[in-house]
């Protein structure tokens, strides 16, 4: 069974600019998570998706970040602009459904903000 | 509302040594309880989860977790640590909805 696929690896931009994060879930995954997480910190949760609607997205700073799952399968999360402090790991999770289903995590995007 | 606190940023153990790491939590109902590892540039792995039954759940690699709802706590233990055990621990607990991770424990074994 594929994983929950994420891209890119690797990501360096400038402040003020743009930057998107892909997320594909594993097939047949109702829930999709995305999460931030800093050096030396836990992932914190940005936004959750059941199918293709927004369950909880109270962290999400809305001013910059935006995030949307088409047809209830892949995600799209982006900054824009970007600030230093976006600096991160960007975490993708899936399962199928919430709470007592196990998430199933991406390697994750690491995002340098220079 | 929901918390998870790891109160042991890093923690050092002897290869061969036993392992407790400590995950207090706070929520309001009956929670489900999940303990994940994260190795250098990966993403996180699944070690166990609690969600109802017996208090004492075993997960991969000669993981175990306890839950004592007393104490709001879901200790993760391991008998004999093994060099390929060090990484960050995270402990995690949601309820109907929304999945929280502690700040993580690292953990580093020496020979």
């Known amino acids: 069974e594929a994983g929950v696929a994420q891209s890119p690896r690797y990501k360096i931009i400038e402040k003020r600019q743009s930057v998107a994060f892909w997320c594909n879930p594993i097939s047949g995954h109702a829930t999709l998570y995305w999460y931030q997480q800093i050096l030396g910190q836990g992932p914190k949760l940005l936004i959750q998706?059941?199918?293709?609607?927004?369950?909880?997205d109270s962290q999400l700073p809305k001013d910059r970040f935006s995030a949307e799952r088409l047809k209830g399968v892949d995600s799209t999360l982006k900054i824009q602009p970007a600030k230093l402090e976006d600096s991160a790991v960007y975490l993708c999770?899936?399962?199928?459904?919430?709470?007592?289903?196990?998430?199933?995590f991406g390697q994750g995007t690491r995002l340098t903000v220079v | 509302a929901q918390s998870v606190t790891q109160p042991d940023i890093h923690i050092t153990v002897s290869e061969g040594a036993s392992l407790e790491l400590r995950c207090n939590y706070s929520y309001g109902a009956t929670p489900y309880l999940f303990w994940y590892v994260q190795s250098p540039g990966q993403g996180l792995q699944l070690l166990l989860k609690y969600f109802s039954g017996d208090t004492l759940v075993q997960g991969i690699k000669g993981f175990e977790a306890e839950f004592k709802r007393s104490q709001s706590s879901f200790n993760l233990r391991k008998p004999s640590v093994h060099w390929s055990d060090a990484a960050e621990y995270f402990c995690a607990v949601t309820g109907a909805n929304n999945l929280f991770f502690g700040t993580g424990t690292r953990l580093t074994v020496i020979p």
């Open positions: 999770a899936s399962s199928l459904g919430p709470g007592r289903a196990e998430a199933f």
């Open positions: 998706f059941q199918n293709n609607g927004v369950v909880d």
